[in-house]
């Protein structure tokens, strides 16, 4: 009796997929075997290995709660969630960027220029622009929620000393499609390193620091909503994000404000989205 082939037992477990009746569901589970199957082929996977694999997304699900999902930021730093971007990018639009692991779904609803943080955040910084289709036609009652972090590059999930739903908040636009918001002026932070990726990171000599940004989910009624960021112009770190989020198209300079502008800010960023049709 001959010894199976690894092509062999690949096709064998192709097959046994071969009946399944949703035929999306049939594709992408085929070309996942196949690769993972290539992937053990091409790098001779032993045992030990195998093992420790297994264990380390085990440890991933672990680290995960209602606040912390690991599995987002092991996608992040694997590249794998600014692909899944790339490839489904809708032309005209605002290009989208990462999710990452901080958002935190039904934060408040806030008024027009309200601030969505506190003083003691950072440098005071107003945000404002407008949510236009991409024909550049306004959008009325399109959605804007923001997060972000303090200027010590954290997170209210993070910080005892930052109250819940701190630095974020929804913003509704009028028929103008414009919204406005007051803010701090975000930093730089390094990725949480305290789980399964830290020490992926740490056993590949990796940077785990992102460029500072403002997270955005831009929806509104009737287009693609885009999950985006604004980068800040100065940062050092545009160039080695360690999730490969940053796209020069989000990239914006946070100007000092001039005696035109609000008496309360010290930068100002504008930043427009456009979102496309269905
Ligand atoms: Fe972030």
């Not at 005892?160 to 913003?171: D, H, I, S, T, Y």
């Not at 885009?226 to 999730?243: C, E, G, K, M, S």
Request: aromatic share 8%; with cysteine.
């Amino acid at each position: 009796m001959n010894t199976m082939t690894p092509a062999e037992l690949t096709d064998d477990v192709v097959k046994a997929f071969g009946a399944t009746p949703d035929p999306r569901l049939r594709e992408l589970i085929t070309a996942l075997v196949r690769h993972l199957h290539a992937f053990a082929v091409q790098t001779r996977l032993t045992p030990e290995e195998w093992m420790a694999g297994l264990q380390f997304l085990t440890a991933t699900g672990q680290k995960c709660d209602a606040r912390r999902q690991e599995f987002v930021l092991l996608s992040d730093v694997l590249g794998l969630s600014s692909l899944v971007d790339v490839i489904n990018a809708a032309g005209g639009a605002t290009e989208s960027t990462v999710l990452g692991p901080f958002y935190v779904a039904g934060a408040p609803a806030r008024a027009m220029g309200e601030h969505i943080g506190r003083p003691e955040d950072g440098s005071p910084t107003l945000v404002r622009g407008r949510v236009t289709d991409v024909a550049g036609q306004p959008l009325d009652g399109a959605t804007v929620d923001v997060w972000q972090s303090n200027d010590s590059g954290l997170y209210d999930t993070q910080d005892p000393g930052q109250p819940p739903f701190n630095l974020r908040g929804v913003f509704v636009t009028g028929p103008d499609g414009r919204f406005e918001f007051r803010t701090a002026r975000p930093a730089s932070y390094p990725i949480p390193t305290d789980g399964p990726v830290g020490d992926l990171l740490r056993a590949t000599g990796r940077s785990r620091w992102r460029a500072a940004h403002i997270h955005a989910i831009v929806s509104a009624p009737g287009h693609r909503s885009v999950t985006t960021h604004i980068f800040d112009a100065d940062n050092p770190y545009l160039d080695r994000d360690a999730v490969f989020g940053v796209k020069d198209s989000l990239v914006r300079p946070f100007r000092p404000a001039g005696p035109d502008d609000p008496a309360d800010v010290s930068y100002v960023v504008d930043m427009d989205f456009a979102l496309a049709s269905p």
